[in-house]
């Protein structure tokens, strides 16, 4: 039992390195058992919720769109950031249900929004690359749009640089399948894997999103700065649109401006917001 917890340390600490067994190890390998059960919980009862982090094009100054952010109300301490819990929920496997959950509540939201009148732009997606893998997924996403009225171009699916080179033949040909439907394709934490171009511009991509690791020093850290010039140099030689993520000051905002990305996320415009206070951000 205790070689097993120090394998799975060492699998956490990314593989290719040797742990010895401590104390501390089974207290948080107790913790993750704990964390999944209650996962498993979550689902049944329906405990997970929906925020929206809107998008904005600053040059034009208004919403483009807004990506729909997973958050777990637990019943007795409340509201659970995605961090806590993610990362257990994609090597259990349960981050298929919860992407399930999450892509059901925020399009409803989505096609309610625009049956009234409203025009929240385009719905921001993650998406685990399990999750497209899976044979009816793409069937059951038809059927969902089309029961709830939800337009193909009022979506835009978001991957990771890193889940994408995993397989890239296989990605290639699920994205293209997604797109022919006429549903956008971002990358996103675009920057922090280990892309290669070949599959790159294969890839049936719409937009990349700088990563927030870059944009947080931009404006003090050269190295931060010369790669978001780069990725964004790559993104226009691409026509890929792109959209800067974690903008939370005005240097930062106006460094981003001035080297051609147009389009930012970020607690500088508006933090995650809850469903009934972006309804209300979309009518003022």
Known sequence: KFADTAMYKAKDEGRDNYQFYASDM????????VMESSLRV???????????QPQFNIVENKITGMEALVRWQHPQIGLVPPGKFIPIAEESGLIIEIDKIVMKKAMECFASWYQEGLNPGKLALNLAMKQLAQKDFIPQLLNEMHTMGFE???LALEVTEG???????????KLNQISDIGIELAIDDFGTGYSSLAYLKKLPLDKLKIDQSFVRDIDVDEDDAAITKAIIALGKSLNMQLIAEGV??????????????ENIQGFLYSKPLPAEKIKELLKS
């Open 163 to 173: 889940q994408i080179m995993n397989n890239p033949k296989a990605s290639i040909k």
């Open 42 to 52: 979550a689902l049944k009862e329906d405990q997970f919720v929906v925020y929206f």
């Open 248 to 261: 939370e000051t005005v240097d930062q905002r106006d460094f981003l401006l001035k080297n051609g990305c």
């Open 26 to 33: 089974t207290a948080l390998a107790f913790e993750r058992v």
């Open 152 to 154: 193909p171009s009022w």
